[in-house]
């Protein structure tokens, strides 16, 4: 399975924006690039999802490299409750095989 | 009107008991999913059934059994359960099963402590 890799832990202050980033250097062509979070003692939260081209939604923004070895989610404007556990994941398509959880980012948001 | 409902929340239990945690959605899925969260917060894929049947069984013992009455419930039963056993145990459902595009919702979490 291809892997990703992100930061432990990063901090932003209230409503400033936060970039969260992910590189997938082994990502194949089907892989979709999937981001998740986790909020304190609940389940894990769909944010966004894209393949190629950069995506936008009511939560994020989700910024695609040209290569597509990396990725970085966009909060634009972090509040207390986006403290979470960021995941970014890849699932391919053709298997049952999918969203592998890594250990993801732990974002702080600071009043 | 919970998306994925499961129960109990919470499970206490002692070493070597059988329990049972039930999930429910009601988003007409064909797709649900167990996953197990250890206390590393580590989330592992467990099952996933697609409309009643089996398509991921990954590396989980077989004291682990799944039910899919109906598309709609996937419930787990663990027999002989062992300290090993005690996580946070979250359902999830989604429209597929293989699309690279799927989106999982997930439950809130049932939390098993095995003494």
């Known amino acids: 399975d291809a892997k990703t890799t992100q930061p432990n832990s990063m901090e932003s202050n209230e409503e400033e924006p936060v970039h969260l980033p992910c590189n997938h250097s082994t990502i194949s062509g089907t892989d979709y690039i999937h981001w998740y979070r986790q909020l304190p003692s609940q389940g894990p939260e769909y944010v966004i999802h894209?393949?190629?081209s950069n995506v936008n939604n009511r939560m994020a923004s989700l910024a695609i490299a040209e290569d597509r070895k990396s990725s970085t989610l966009i909060l634009h404007r972090a509040t207390l409750r986006d403290a979470a556990v960021y995941y970014c994941i890849l699932a391919f398509s053709g298997s049952a095989r999918q969203l592998t959880f890594g250990s993801g980012t732990q974002l702080t948001v600071l009043p | 009107d919970t998306a994925v409902s499961q129960t109990p929340k919470y499970l206490v239990t002692q070493m070597g008991n059988d329990k049972s945690i039930k999930c429910e959605q009601n988003l007409g899925h064909d797709t649900m999913y167990w996953y197990k969260q250890d206390s590393k917060k580590f989330l592992k894929i467990m099952f996933s059934?697609?409309?009643?049947?089996?398509?991921i069984n990954e590396t989980v013992p077989n004291r682990f059994s799944p039910k899919s009455p109906d598309k709609a419930h996937l419930n787990l039963h663990i027999n002989s359960l062992e300290l090993g056993d005690s996580a946070v145990y979250f359902c999830?459902?989604?429209?597929?099963?293989?699309?690279?595009?799927?989106?999982?919702?997930f439950g809130a979490g049932s939390r098993l402590t095995v003494l």
């Open positions: 059934y697609n409309n009643k049947e089996l398509i």
């Open positions: 999830a459902s989604s429209r597929d099963g293989l699309s690279g595009a799927n989106v999982l919702t």
């Open positions: 894209g393949l190629t």
